[in-house]
């Protein structure tokens, strides 16, 4: 799993964070358990983890605080379309 920054984060959903979060906690216990047998050989790595599981903990508390909005996920093109046309038709009907 790569370093992760907060502006790549905040573009998540919520279930992509909460995989996200899962992937580094099990990473970060594989490091651990390296580290108790002797086989680590980063040792910067579990530190690097840490932040990135600090970091999604801290943009799913920004959302539930209402700090920042939750994304939502892409709509297709097709439901756009089919929105605006209903919207512009329902527009030209209250016109007339």
Known sequence: MAIL???ELRNLGRDE??????EAKEE???LRFQ???GQLE???RLR??????????????ERAL???????????AAEVE???????????EAKA
């Open 48 to 61: 690097a983890v840490r932040k990135d599981i600090a970091r999604i903990y801290t943009v799913l508390t």
């Open 82 to 92: 089919e929105t605006e046309t209903a919207e512009t038709s329902e527009k030209a």
């Open 5 to 7: 920054t907060a502006a």
């Open 17 to 22: 964070l909460l995989s996200k979060l899962g």
């Open 28 to 30: 970060l216990f594989n």
């Open 35 to 37: 580290a108790a047998t």
């Open 66 to 76: 209402g700090i920042t909005e939750e994304v939502d996920a892409p709509v297709p």
């Open 42 to 44: 980063s040792h910067g």
